[in-house]
């Protein structure tokens, strides 16, 4: 569950670089004699800097890092500003959810400072921040990105010999056809609702619910996503809750051992998001009780409280996605597949061309996009191959359409390493077995730009290049020909999903 996704160990090591940096951060400022509140203030913006800032290139993520302050200090001093006017801090907070997730439609960098500009606004109810209280936070912030960056830059730069895939560009539109507008739309009525209904339940602790409904919107496209993100937070806060009973109670706020399990749960946030939000949601609500602790206000109620908050969070997440400007999954999960399918499309071109003698042919960057578009195309089938999905029929098409696109993937790895190889020569059943190919492609989604090579009129040469390309595009063939059932489905029902 956790080996198999990490080829070349690179969670592990991100992971372990994440407590280093923070541990660092979290030093720095208590060595610069701030107060206990800003020094998690501090933590917790390293914490973000690390885990939210992917652009593809150091020089990115660098940049992208520098501007963090900008959008973090502005959010810090309005939320400190306006904390004894509720009605007008309310309102901004809810500016800054639009703003946050809007942002998402400028890539990677738009996303990483949306996230940033909440949390800064989080993190000041999470402390109830005053104004007084604004220049330590100040000096928590600058001081934590400086050596958390020095971390990730200077010391550990891992990217540097292990480069983030790029991600696959947003979903296009325009307008409200936009998923980030309309997800801008359903995230601050989710909020709204969270704000609302959580000070009905505590006017300390309401902040709680807010914060679940903002990050069950984080990296979610349509409404069959947000609601299995949704139900796996609850899920991941009850079992964290548990945890925290049987762990951060018991120590009271002890220093050195909460240090220790703050570490350790550093380490399972960043090791675990990516093959499950569960677990990442238990490592975060344990971090949540020890910093409580820290605090001197954690007990037993305080925890049900916040599996309360959780749950009101996800109610507004889940009627905000059904009422307000809803993006059926089904919409989404069939433009990812196309793009998918163009990619594949596209990396069986290059790697013809490639072995048919184009040396500007290289199929190995359509290679890496695809890898990134199936990443895409498995979140957005997660609602459907969901073990509590009812609709076993659209399950197995989407589990059918999931195993046949691996099968195209690993096709076209294979073409693509071979195309590679210098000594790779063409041979005339290249043309023939590319022109069945793109056959079998136009069939799934029309005509698709950039057809299959020429035919070489010259005598074949016969290569052992040859056939493993030959084999590739003969398992590449029958992988877009099986997966015309599918995909199609039955007459009566075209859609792949109805979510």
């Not at 596209?346 to 199929?363: E, F, I, M, N, V």
């Given at each position: 569950?956790f080996?198999a996704?990490?080829?070349?160990?690179f969670?592990?090591?991100v992971s372990?670089r994440a407590?280093?940096?923070i541990g660092?951060a979290?030093?720095?400022?208590r060595?610069?004699?701030?107060?206990?509140?800003a020094?998690i203030a501090?933590?917790?913006?390293?914490?973000l800097?690390?885990?939210?800032?992917g652009?593809?290139?150091?020089?990115g993520?660098a940049?992208t890092t520098?501007?963090l302050?900008v959008?973090?200090?502005?959010?810090?001093?309005?939320?400190?500003?306006l904390?004894?006017?509720?009605?007008?801090?309310?309102?901004?907070?809810?500016?800054?959810?639009?703003?946050g997730?809007?942002?998402?439609?400028?890539g990677?960098?738009?996303h990483a400072l949306?996230?940033?500009?909440?949390m800064?606004f989080?993190t000041?109810?999470?402390?109830?921040?005053?104004?007084?209280?604004?220049?330590?936070l100040y000096t928590?912030?600058?001081?934590?990105?400086a050596a958390s960056?020095a971390?990730r830059?200077?010391?550990w730069?891992?990217?540097?010999r292990?480069?983030l895939?790029?991600?696959?560009?947003?979903?296009?539109?325009?307008?409200l056809?936009r998923p980030?507008?309309r997800?801008a739309f359903?995230a601050a009525?989710?909020?709204g609702f969270?704000?609302?209904?959580?000070q009905?339940?505590s006017?300390d602790?309401?902040?709680w619910a807010v914060?679940t409904a903002?990050?069950?919107?984080?990296?979610?496209?349509?409404?069959g996503?947000?609601?299995?993100?949704?139900f796996?937070?609850?899920v991941?806060?009850?079992?964290?809750?548990?945890?925290?009973?049987?762990v951060?109670v018991?120590?009271?706020?002890?220093?050195?051992p909460?240090?220790v399990?703050?570490?350790?749960?550093?380490?399972g946030?960043?090791?675990?998001?990516?093959p499950?939000?569960?677990?990442?949601?238990?490592?975060?609500?344990?971090?949540?009780g020890l910093?409580?602790?820290?605090?001197?206000?954690?007990?037993?109620?305080l925890l049900?409280?916040r599996?309360?908050e959780?749950?009101v969070?996800a109610?507004?997440?889940?009627?905000a996605v059904?009422?307000?400007?809803?993006i059926?999954?089904?919409?989404?999960?069939?433009?990812w597949?196309?793009?998918a399918l163009?990619a594949?499309?596209?990396c069986t071109?290059?790697?013809?061309r490639?072995l048919?003698?184009?040396?500007?042919a290289?199929?190995a960057?359509?290679a890496?996009?695809?890898e990134?578009?199936?990443g895409r195309?498995?979140m957005?089938?997660?609602?459907?191959?969901?073990p509590?999905?009812?609709m076993?029929?659209r399950k197995?098409?989407?589990?059918?359409?999931?195993?046949?696109?691996d099968?195209?993937a690993?096709?076209?790895?294979?073409?693509?390493?071979?195309a590679?190889?210098?000594d790779a020569?063409?041979?005339v059943?290249l043309?023939?077995a590319?022109?069945?190919?793109?056959?079998?492609?136009?069939s799934l989604?029309?005509?698709?730009?950039?057809?299959a090579?020429?035919?070489?009129?010259g005598?074949?040469?016969?290569?052992p290049?040859?056939?493993?390309?030959?084999?590739?595009l003969?398992g590449?063939?029958r992988?877009?020909v099986?997966m015309?059932?599918p995909?199609?489905?039955?007459?009566?029902d075209?859609r792949?999903v109805?979510?």
């Amino acid at each position: 569950m956790f080996m198999a996704p990490d080829p070349g160990l690179f969670r592990l090591r991100v992971s372990l670089r994440a407590v280093v940096g923070i541990g660092l951060a979290v030093t720095v400022c208590r060595l610069a004699g701030l107060s206990l509140p800003a020094s998690i203030a501090g933590g917790l913006a390293a914490l973000l800097a690390l885990f939210t800032v992917g652009d593809p290139t150091v020089r990115g993520q660098a940049g992208t890092t520098a501007l963090l302050p900008v959008v973090g200090f502005p959010v810090l001093a309005a939320a400190t500003t306006l904390h004894g006017a509720p009605l007008l801090r309310d309102a901004t907070w809810l500016a800054v959810v639009f703003a946050g997730v809007y942002a998402r439609r400028f890539g990677p960098r738009g996303h990483a400072l949306g996230i940033f500009a909440f949390m800064m606004f989080f993190t000041t109810q999470f402390l109830h921040a005053v104004p007084a209280q604004l220049p330590q936070l100040y000096t928590a912030v600058a001081l934590s990105l400086a050596a958390s960056s020095a971390v990730r830059f200077g010391a550990w730069c891992i990217e540097r010999r292990s480069p983030l895939p790029a991600a696959p560009l947003p979903l296009e539109g325009r307008g409200l056809a936009r998923p980030a507008t309309r997800q801008a739309f359903q995230a601050a009525a989710a909020c709204g609702f969270a704000l609302a209904a959580g000070q009905l339940i505590s006017h300390d602790r309401w902040y709680w619910a807010v914060g679940t409904a903002w990050w069950i919107f984080v990296n979610t496209a349509s409404r069959g996503e947000t609601l299995v993100r949704g139900f796996r937070r609850v899920v991941g806060t009850l079992v964290g809750i548990m945890a925290g009973l049987l762990v951060a109670v018991p120590l009271h706020g002890a220093p050195a051992p909460t240090a220790v399990l703050v570490a350790v749960s550093v380490f399972g946030i960043f090791y675990t998001a990516a093959p499950s939000y569960s677990w990442m949601m238990f490592f975060v609500t344990v971090m949540a009780g020890l910093l409580y602790g820290l605090l001197g206000v954690l007990h037993p109620g305080l925890l049900v409280l916040r599996l309360a908050e959780t749950g009101v969070g996800a109610l507004g997440a889940a009627l905000a996605v059904a009422l307000v400007l809803p993006i059926t999954t089904h919409t989404v999960t069939d433009r990812w597949i196309e793009r998918a399918l163009h990619a594949v499309h596209g990396c069986t071109s290059a790697a013809a061309r490639r072995l048919a003698g184009d040396a500007q042919a290289d199929p190995a960057p359509l290679a890496a996009e695809l890898e990134g578009l199936l990443g895409r195309v498995r979140m957005a089938l997660a609602p459907l191959v969901h073990p509590l999905n009812p609709m076993r029929q659209r399950k197995e098409r989407a589990r059918a359409i999931l195993a046949l696109l691996d099968d195209c993937a690993r096709e076209v790895r294979g073409l693509a390493a071979v195309a590679a190889d210098p000594d790779a020569s063409h041979d005339v059943r290249l043309a023939a077995a590319c022109r069945r190919v793109e056959s079998a492609m136009e069939s799934l989604v029309g005509a698709v730009p950039g057809g299959a090579p020429a035919a070489h009129q010259g005598v074949p040469r016969h290569h052992p290049g040859a056939e493993q390309a030959l084999a590739h595009l003969h398992g590449l063939e029958r992988a877009l020909v099986d997966m015309a059932t599918p995909l199609r489905g039955p007459v009566r029902d075209s859609r792949l999903v109805g979510v």
